[in-house]
């Protein structure tokens, strides 16, 4: 019997923060299975801005693990978390995407920009 293929994104027990005295983030977890998407949403404050920067490579986490279908990326470099197919993006309204929906479409055989609503 195969496998089960592991999820795309598990953030475990992430601690992190921009001064090691003032934690931002304590023990944030976070699991995207295959063909989800999440959307995180809070109060300004929250953590959602860091949980991003350490998903995507801008900011290593003090404790935590970061793993993308698998694989442990936690502290690369955004280079590396991006060839992976994750990106965080801002936009106006403050909302915060992460999509790896491109990758898994690419990865499925299917022309993503034909297949994939992308909001403008």
Not at 52 to 69: C, K, N, Y
Request: proline share 7%.
């Amino acid at each position: 019997m195969a496998e089960a293929p592991a999820d795309p994104l598990v953030v475990d027990s992430v601690e992190a923060g921009y001064f090691r005295d003032v934690p931002i983030l304590n023990g944030a977890s976070l699991r995207v299975g295959p063909g989800e998407m999440v959307t995180i949403v809070g109060p300004n404050g929250a953590g959602k801005s860091t949980l991003v920067r350490v998903v995507i490579g801008l900011l290593e986490p003090w404790a935590g693990t970061v793993r993308v279908e698998g694989e442990d990326l936690t502290g690369s470099k955004p280079h590396v978390v991006i060839r992976h197919g994750v990106e965080g993006l801002h936009r106006r309204c403050r909302a915060v995407r992460l999509d790896n929906g491109e990758l898994q479409a690419r990865r499925a055989g299917v022309d993503a920009e034909d297949s994939l609503a992308h909001p403008s």
